[in-house]
């Protein structure tokens, strides 16, 4: 399959979150077109700038089929309802970590997006849902959602299709590069050529070449 529909595009405000702490995890749908730039889809915030957005990490998705998964293990919790429960901008079905690889390009509306990174699950799912081991679950299934980096600024409105028009890195699927970055350290599926192979791998992230190189240490 190389094309899929967006069922929403999300986004969010940076809003209190954990006593002081701010955060714009929550995203909901918007109507479009949306525009697309660089840092992403206009209207969306990032309340730690540190850890989050930028060029790398201008629009997450976290596939909609996932929400199933979670039912499964944490119940009928009213969130997983929402498109954009997990922070992701793009709501889209049919796809996950296995079909998409690192420096696949899409053509989303009238822009062009590229594959940088897994996403690093955190603390903040856990807190946002009420429920503990969430982290260890995505970790030990592999349910990490992606980022994609802005080529073509554009814009783009639900219903429109998000189509694959260049293959990747086929050798890194998201799925692989989150289990051999985030996955136990004692995994025997992974040796350091992979770590070497990643760390200089063309269309990751710096953020995630260092990790790679960090395993190498």
């Known amino acids: 399959m190389t094309e899929w529909t967006v069922d929403a595009l999300c986004a969010g405000k940076a809003v209190p979150f954990k ?34 957005g930028g060029p790398d990490m201008a629009l997450h998705l976290y596939p909609a089929d996932h929400h199933a998964f979670w039912h499964n293990q944490i119940g009928a919790h009213d969130l ?32 062009l997006i ?47 299709a998000m189509e694959r028009v260049a293959l990747g890195h086929e050798e890194w699927p998201v799925r692989r590069v989150f289990s051999a970055l985030f996955g136990a350290k004692s995994d025997a599926r992974f040796s350091a050529q992979d770590f070497k192979a990643l760390a200089s791998l063309e269309k990751l992230s710096a953020d995630h070449r260092a990790r790679a190189q960090a395993r190498l240490v």
């Open 19 to 52: 006593g002081t702490e701010k955060s714009a995890f929550a995203k909901l749908p918007i109507s479009g077109p949306i525009a697309i730039s660089f840092e992403g889809l206009e209207g969306d915030e990032q309340a730690d700038r540190k850890h989050h």
């Open 80 to 111: 997983l309802k929402i498109p954009g429960a997990f922070g992701t901008n793009l709501a889209v079905s049919n796809i996950d970590e296995d079909q998409v690889h690192i420096g696949d390009q899409f053509r989303l509306g009238s822009a």
């Open 114 to 160: 590229e594959v940088s990174q897994t996403r690093k699950p955190c603390w903040k799912i856990e807190h946002r849902f009420g429920h503990k081991h969430m982290v260890a679950a995505i970790i030990a299934s592999g349910r990490s959602g992606w980022y994609f980096r802005v080529l073509e600024e554009g814009s783009a409105a639900a219903g429109d």
